[in-house]
């Protein structure tokens, strides 16, 4: 997998957990807060939006406002956005996403293509 795809992938996960989030919170009534920041991410995917700029302190705000809502945040989107989203990762995953982006980047130069889920699923039986 390279950059391309890589990116591509954790804007997939990004699609699917707003999309999910702006389900479940559909019934509450405009002006909600937490109605609005599942828009918020669903508002994420235009191509005009600095992901890397507005996704970190959404990311913060959904952990440490709406904490029951953060267990079904993809972990990768932790290490994607990386910077202060890092503070939700214990150091062993830290290490685990460190090993795996080690990996993709010599897939990379090698012109290989990674499996990211095998990739992952291999250091996860090592650990």
Not at 28 to 41: K, M, V, Y
Not at 77 to 88: D, I, P
Not at 99 to 104: A, H, I, S, T, V
Request: charge should be negative; hydrophobic fraction near 40%.
């Amino acid at each position: 997998m390279d950059d391309k795809q890589y990116a591509e992938h954790c804007r997939q996960q990004l699609r699917e957990f707003a999309d999910t989030f702006v389900r479940r919170t559909e019934h509450l009534p405009e002006g909600d807060s937490l109605r609005e920041l599942a828009q918020s991410f669903a508002a994420l995917d235009d191509a005009d939006r600095d992901l890397y700029v507005e996704g970190p302190p959404l990311v913060s705000r959904l952990f440490t406002t709406y904490p029951d809502f953060a267990p079904g945040f993809p972990r990768d989107l932790l290490w994607f956005f990386a910077g202060e989203c890092l503070h939700y990762m214990p150091d062993e995953e830290i290490a685990s996403w460190q090993q795996l982006d080690e990996l993709r980047r010599e897939a990379a130069a090698s012109g290989k293509v990674l499996d990211l889920r095998q990739a992952h699923a291999s250091i996860k039986t090592l650990q």
